[in-house]
């Protein structure tokens, strides 16, 4: 082992650094290895996983499966985690561990994302302007291996998906006229 700096990083963004005796193996992936394990023990799907802070880390793993996340399913694989990270110790400094679902608005990554959501209602952001515009919210109509089609107020617009720079659901209330709420 050598003694090394480590910048702990969030979509390519040092965050902190700490200095220390370990192996040069990357902290997340290490972590990853292990949340992967346990996810494919438990049956869901390893969504994303965040490691970020100042002094105490936040170790954030995102769960999701087909269905739904439930919160007993956020917490059998948290304590699962947590006992392999008891065990294993890849971080070497303090940390809260938090497991959560994507949520509502969750992030749409890839192809494989846009086709589990055909249907829905979901905000993409471009890198270049497509008809003077950077920000759509429509719903998903196709995807290909080139282009993302969405329904934006009766019209069909194609997105080319190199031209995506984030894309994710949006939270799709439908408010009933006599509603209490």
Known sequence: MRSVWTFITRVGFPLFCFRGDFPL????????????????????????IELFGKGKLLLRVIVDKEGGINLDDCERFSRALEAILDVEDPIP?????????????????????????IGKLARIITMEKIENQNLFIGRILK???????????????DIPLENISKARLEVDLKWRKNSSI
């Open 93 to 117: 400094v303090s940390y809260t561990l938090e497991v959560s679902s994507p949520g509502l608005d969750r992030p749409l990554r890839g192809p494989e994302d846009f086709e589990k959501n």
């Open 143 to 157: 995807i290909s291996s080139e282009f993302l089609r969405l329904l934006i107020d009766g019209r069909e617009i």
């Open 25 to 48: 193996e990357s902290i997340k992936d290490r972590v990853l290895r292990l949340a992967r394990q346990i996810a494919e023990e438990q049956g869901v799907d390893l969504f994303d």
